[in-house]
């Protein structure tokens, strides 16, 4: 998960560098993971999309599959179907987390 350290130390590179490089670590940390947990943040993925209708990127990670939800608005982040989605991913264990205007959901191994 990112930390504000984290966010600190990004630097201003190439975008076809940067995204060349998040696909190249998702292929090689996906294998981490069982294809019913890729099934699963599939289908979670979907559901976080249609909930805050707004950019999301999911990323396999050594331990842990993180979706990001990118700048989603005040009204949104307060709506029922948002509500929801939080209790449900809080009754299955999925960490929830918001950093600079962007929120993030942690589906640890």
């Known amino acids: 998960m990112l ?28 294998e981490n993971f069982a294809n019913e947990q890729k099934a699963f943040s599939s289908e979670f993925w979907c559901e976080i999309t249609y909930a805050y209708e707004s950019q999301t990127y999911r990323n396999y990670r050594k331990n842990a599959i993180i979706i990001k939800v990118e700048k ?18 809080t009754q299955l264990g999925i960490k929830i987390k918001e950093l600079h205007n962007h929120i993030f959901y942690e589906f640890a191994l």
């Open 3 to 30: 930390t504000s350290d984290d966010e600190k130390k990004v630097s201003k590179q190439n975008a076809r560098f940067v995204h060349a490089d998040i696909a190249r670590r998702n292929k090689e940390n996906a």
């Open 72 to 89: 989603p608005s005040s009204a949104v982040k307060r709506s029922k179907a948002v509500r929801i989605l939080n209790e449900k991913a």
